[in-house]
């Protein structure tokens, strides 16, 4: 019985590190967009925007990006002035020489959570977090590494610690992270009603990253193909005639 | 058999071009230079990569002054103008891609052209000022890379900058004089910036003057061959038209579809993903390195203990081709018939290559319990010695093969067979 | 065999010339339309066309107030004109115009008068926006540079301007609200 109730408890305990070790290890999806036939699914980069608005936004700027140029994941230019005029922008000065508040129109760059690095640091125990825009081609393993890195906040293990302020992360070089886990299931309800757990917040918002890294993808793979194509026509008729011209020497 | 000889054709009827020829003889210039201008007829592959470079040229260029005009050469905007190109300028990202790239292919056909001239001797009597001129292209690319580096203002941009410039205080005396001239300020800022990128804009058109020269040279000690045998009759050359301009565009189509796939479907594959950093003169990269062209001289730089010392044996590895002509002996041109120097040379090529890895990796790492510093310091002395020693030394030692008559007699034996 | 007497193999030569040409033609095809990137580069880019129009509220311009608007870079004049003024120019529909054109075509709303600010003679900002301005004699705008001189619709009556002062394309987007471009 004693006997019985061990191995009970054994298999227990190894079902339970399995079912750890699987939510640890979510492997990197395949991204729509690589391979020379990838492109973005804008559905996932949209709803990664939800996430980049609702989660990331709090801490993490992205300068690069205009407001506009969210028609292109497929937002329709009303859509887009919404979502610009929810934040405020400094203008001026007007005629009277003061700098006023006014909402942000599609002209104007994505609205950064806060005014200068001080300020940034100091609302996140002296950690900067940085600005998004190109993080996806700034880290290396690209796409991969951004998904394993929100993925990553997987328990401490025992012989790890953490210095104070900071949290472990699985795919952080060095483990010790300056950013709180930011995804938890269910923190953003998606508009299209996908569930939004762990994983999947984690990939959506990694596909709207690669887009604000590389917004000419698309465009860039479609002329690529063409211009290949048309080259390798060109270059087999270049050896046609290179050899049809080198046959007059015997 | 008879071959198309290398016989001018009669001159020209068209009475414009008499006119114009009167003038200034631009028409009877390129008739004698690029149509019935006599080159060896067994010419293989490996000589495309003089107008393969020639064309790389161009591309730098051309897509390096359309990015100047949207390009801002200041430290707050430099890092933005850049990703304003990729993202607003229409086609910009294309542009910048191309150029990015284009360094990187351009440094690809130089070497291929480089490692060739070492394979048949090119760099052999009457051809050593040729080779020199190559060898000052060669310096010039590398101040033209070097500077265009720092100009998107990454991080890499700016610690490459730093770490190169400071460099120049290993010199005695006036080293950190040197440094601070250079700098035009106390560390790498925005006057470094503004003369960078002067200097990046002025380098490739003294490159441009420089292959002139080099490509008059080489007009007249004419194009060495893989037999290293010199043209003696007539049948040993064909006209450069239409057989070397057929192949040469052949070459160039071989080339860009290799460079455009790079460009289309892998732009960032030879970058560092810290240079999408903005540069912070606070915060030093894990990791500082250089472009993949100039890892092997990262590597002989990093192996000597001593600063300077480091310096010399850096600018000694260009520094020694210089002196090739007369450090190789053997009145035989070309690889082929050098058993000894054959191998010697794949051995080179190899020790370039684990030069190059021992550059991209950290000095203190360990490859299979031996130190990355180790490795580097086996492959400097190998280098050096080399040129220093292994090549003087064969030159009396070899017992070549035999070489062929002429280039004719080669030929015409093969197609016996 | 001699290779110059090809000349005279035909349907040798014809296979052999149409290669070249066809080589010679995508070639060239492919060389025109790598041009194109290159220019186009240099077109407004998107940040710069995504500005191509502006919003001006006008609702604190009073009558008789003239505010100066900027659009592409150019300055726009708009104009809350009064009754008389808008008399005047409808009056004048019918004078010696040198460009001839009503007022009514120049306006949305007659007490709106939108405009560009350069003179049609060699690109000067006239005067008269300010109220000290001189307005020359048509009470409009004087340009000082070669003294041309501006109704209050904006035309031309005087001196060596050839056209009226351009009208933008411009919208009301609401009542006190014209989006211009």
């Not at chain 2, 100039?294 to 020694?320: H, N």
Request: net charge neutral; with cysteine.
């Amino acid at each position: 019985m004693r006997a019985l109730r061990q191995i009970s408890l054994a298999a227990a305990l190894a079902a339970l590190f399995a079912a750890q070790a699987a939510a640890e290890e979510v492997p990197a999806p395949d991204w729509s967009f690589t391979g020379i036939f990838g492109t973005y699914d804008k559905a996932a980069a949209r709803r990664g925007f939800e996430v980049y608005k609702n989660v990331c936004s709090a801490c993490h700027s992205l300068n690069l990006v205009y407001y506009r140029n969210l028609q292109q994941i497929g937002y329709s230019e009303d859509e887009v002035k919404t979502i610009a005029a929810e934040r405020q922008v400094t203008d001026g000065p007007n005629d009277q020489g003061e700098m006023f508040q006014r909402p942000a129109r599609p002209t104007d760059r994505f609205v950064p959570p806060f005014a200068n690095d001080v300020l940034a640091r100091l609302a996140n125990n002296g950690a900067l977090p940085p600005d998004l825009s190109v993080i996806v081609k700034a880290r290396k393993g690209g796409a991969d590494y951004i998904f394993d890195l929100l993925n990553g906040f997987v328990d401490l293990p025992e012989d790890f610690t953490v210095p104070d302020g900071m949290f472990y992360n699985a795919a952080f070089p060095g483990y010790a992270i300056a950013m709180p886990p930011a995804l938890s299931d269910g923190a953003v309800t998606y508009a299209d009603q996908t569930p939004a757990t762990v994983p999947q917040m984690a990939q959506d918002v990694t596909t709207f990253l690669n887009w604000a890294a590389e917004p000419e993808l698309d465009a860039r793979k479609k002329l690529g193909l063409r211009t290949m194509m048309f080259l390798v026509l060109l270059t087999a008729m270049l050896y046609a005639v290179k050899r049809k011209v080198w046959s007059k020497l015997h | 058999m008879a071959t198309p000889a290398s016989t001018p054709a009669p001159a020209p009827e068209n009475a414009v071009v008499k006119w114009i020829d009167q003038r200034l003889p631009i028409f009877e210039f390129v008739r004698h230079h690029l149509k019935d201008y006599p080159t060896p007829r067994n010419l293989n592959y490996l000589w495309n990569f003089g107008s393969i470079a020639g064309v790389m040229l161009v591309v730098m260029i051309v897509t390096g002054v359309m990015l100047a005009m949207q390009y801002t050469a200041h430290v707050d905007l430099a890092f933005d103008s850049v990703e304003r190109i990729m993202r607003e300028v229409n086609y910009g990202w294309l542009l910048r891609y191309l150029h990015m790239n284009g360094g990187s292919f351009f440094f690809l056909a130089i070497y291929i052209h480089l490692f060739r001239g070492m394979y048949y001797g090119s760099y052999k009597a009457p051809r050593e000022i040729l080779w020199w001129l190559g060898l000052i292209i060669l310096v010039l690319m590398m101040m033209t890379a070097f500077t265009g580096y720092v100009l998107p203002w990454g991080q890499m941009s700016y610690w490459a900058a730093t770490v190169i410039t400071n460099l120049f205080s290993a010199i005695p005396w006036v080293g950190d004089s040197v440094v601070t001239w250079l700098w035009g300020g106390f560390s790498v800022d925005n006057p470094t910036l503004n003369r960078f990128y002067a200097l990046h804009y002025l380098l490739p058109f003294m490159i441009f003057a420089v292959v002139f020269v080099h490509l008059w040279a080489l007009h007249t000690v004419k194009s060495n061959n893989p037999l290293g045998v010199e043209p003696k009759t007539r049948q040993d050359t064909i006209p450069f038209h239409p057989y070397y301009t057929a192949k040469d565009f052949f070459g160039f189509g071989m080339f860009f579809l290799v460079y455009l796939a790079i460009v289309f479907f892998a732009p960032n594959l030879f970058s560092e993903p810290d240079n999408y950093i903005p540069a912070n003169s606070l915060v030093t990269p894990p990791h500082i390195v250089p472009e993949w062209y100039f890892l092997p001289y990262y590597a002989i730089l990093r192996s000597i203990p001593d600063k300077l010392l480091g310096v010399i044996a850096m600018f000694g590895s260009i520094l020694i081709l210089f002196f090739l002509p007369w450090l190789d002996r053997s009145k035989i041109k070309s690889g082929k018939f050098r058993p000894i120097f054959k191998q010697l040379f794949w051995l080179l090529v190899a020790d370039s290559i684990v030069l190059g890895w021992v550059g991209g990796n950290r000095p203190d790492e360990l490859f299979y319990s031996v130190s990355f510093l180790t490795i580097g310091r086996v492959a400097t002395a190998y280098y050096f010695g080399h040129f220093l020693v292994l090549l003087p030394a064969i030159a009396s030692i070899e017992k070549p093969k035999p070489v062929p008559e002429s280039i004719s007699a080669a030929v015409g034996a093969k197609s016996k067979d | 065999m001699a290779e110059t007497a090809a000349k005279t193999d035909e349907p040798g030569e014809t296979r052999r010339d149409f290669l070249y040409l066809a080589t010679t033609a995508v070639g060239v095809a492919g060389a025109v339309a790598a041009l194109w990137p290159f220019i186009d580069s240099m077109n407004p880019a998107a940040d710069i066309r995504a500005l191509s129009s502006t919003e001006v509220d006008l609702s604190p311009v009073a009558v008789g107030q003239r505010i100066t608007a900027k659009w592409r870079g150019k300055p726009v004049f708009i104009d809350h004109r009064t009754p008389e003024e808008i008399k005047r120019a409808e009056q004048d529909d019918n004078a010696d115009l040198r460009d001839p054109e009503k007022d009514q075509a120049r306006v949305k709303k007659p007490e709106w008068l939108v405009v560009i600010g350069i003179c049609t003679h060699l690109g000067c900002v006239p005067l008269g926006q300010k109220p000290t301005d001189p307005r020359g004699e048509w009470a409009g705008w004087f340009c000082p540079c070669h003294g041309s001189a501006y109704d209050t619709s904006g035309r031309i009556r005087k001196g060596p301007a050839p056209r009226n002062l351009a009208v933008p394309l411009y919208e009301f987007t609401a009542d006190n609200m014209i989006t211009i471009g």
